[in-house]
Structures are given as C-alpha cells and as structure tokens.
C-alpha cells in the first residue's frame, strides 16, 4: 500500500492558533497533495508538494516533505472558524497509471 | 474556475437494482477517476480511466462495477446490482497532464443509499 497515517486523527484548536497536521507514506512518489473536505462535501485541492521539494506555502499553508523520512506536515496559521473540516493528505506515484492514494485525514475543529 | 459536476446528488436505490452516477469532467482533463468514501472512512481509490480505456483499477471495481465515457462529456460509474455495503459517497475527479503541479479537481459527489 502506498498510504500511511495521518496525525492527530482529531484536532481542536482555539481560533488564531496554529493547526499542524501529519502525514506519513509508505513508498516513493512524484508528488504528495493536501486536500480539505468539509463535512458531507466533496474534496477541495490546497496544495501540491514534488519529491524533489521540501517546502511549500500558500496564504496561511506551509507544507514540508522529508522524503528520507516518508513523512509531510501540513500547518494552517492564524486558524479561522471557517478553517473547519477534513483535512486528508494523498500520495501520486506515476507508476503505469496515475492516481492518488489517501490518507485517513485529519478532522480539525476550530473553536471560537 | 472550471468544475467537475456530478448528477445525482442524492440517490437511493433497492438492494439489487441498478444505479448509474454521472460526472462532467473538466473539458481539457485527461484523466478520470471514481473515487469513493464510507461514512467516516477515508477516501479509497476505485477506478481511473486514460484514453477512453481503465488504466487502473482497484479490488473494489469488481464485475458489478463499470464505466464509460459514451459521448466525450460525460464520465458514468454504473452499478449492475447494488449491495448494502455499497451504500458511501462516490466521488468523480479528473486531471490533466502530469507534472502540472495542479491537483486533482473532485466533484460534489454522489451520496448513495442502499436500502
């Protein structure tokens, strides 16, 4: 299998902290992907991170990957309300076909 | 910013009927994909499809599953004779080239309800 764990399975955070999320992998790939989810929605693309890359940003998201350690955190600053739902990390290997592999997601809740 | 719709919504079927779920990709999107998602469970890879031919699929797609791209538009997972534990919610996506450092685009979904 490709896909590992994520970490913590659930978060709760006052808002204006910031969320760190984990995600752990289990063979090589091209690229790892960070998608959010809010509750019964489909999946909405936040940021793309290569292999050859170890770190990331976008507005409030800074992602790293250590690809020695098979491992990529994603941390949301300055936490909003709205920043409220699923958080999932998924793998893209370009073996043959291409796809993504989840991970088991991260639920973030942002108190106020 | 282009979408990829899904139809229906919502849908609720007998065990053993037939069910069809459609998806409009985005238009220049090469590669399509079914992906689907129990209550509470992570989201688990189904079925990928690359010059109107499944280029991968997963022990899940058994022969009760299928798909077609019939008109250059639409993207259809068809279920022949549904289960129970096929109940989830059935996401469409599709992507281009690779190595675009773009994401996937995923639809709303399809929630489906074996009764």
């Known amino acids: 299998s490709q896909q590992g764990e994520e970490d913590p399975q659930a978060l709760s955070i006052q808002e204006g902290e910031n969320a760190t999320m984990n995600c752990s992998y289990k063979?090589?790939?091209?690229?790892l992907q960070w998608y959010r989810q809010n509750s019964g929605r489909g999946l909405v693309h936040l940021i793309l991170?290569?292999?050859?890359?170890r770190e990331k940003h976008s507005g409030r998201l800074r992602v790293t990957l250590d690809t020695s350690k098979k491992s990529s955190s994603l941390l949301i600053t300055a936490s909003r309300a709205a920043d409220t739902a699923s958080y999932f990390c998924?793998?893209?290997?370009?073996?043959?076909?291409?796809?993504?592999?989840f991970g088991q997601g991260t639920r973030l809740t942002i108190n106020p | 910013e282009p979408e990829v719709t899904q139809t229906p919504s919502h849908q609720v079927t007998q065990m053993g009927q037939e069910v069809i779920l459609r998806c409009v990709p985005i238009s220049n999107h090469l590669y399509f994909y079914w992906y689907r998602q129990i209550l509470g469970q992570k989201v688990e890879f189904l079925v990928s499809?690359?010059?109107?031919?499944?280029?991968?699929k997963s022990e899940i797609f058994d022969d009760q599953f299928s798909v077609e791209r019939p008109d250059g538009s639409n993207f259809t997972l068809k279920i022949r004779s549904t289960k129970l534990e096929d109940s989830a919610m059935y996401f469409c996506?599709?992507?281009?080239?690779?190595?675009?450092?773009?994401?996937?685009?995923f639809g709303s979904g399809t929630r489906l309800t074996v009764v």
């Open positions: 063979t090589s790939i091209n690229n």
């Open positions: 991170i290569r292999s050859n890359e």
């Open positions: 499809f690359y010059n109107n031919e499944i280029s991968e």
């Open positions: 998924a793998t893209e290997k370009w073996q043959g076909a291409q796809k993504l592999v």
């Open positions: 996506a599709s992507t281009g080239l690779r190595d675009r450092g773009r994401g996937y685009t």
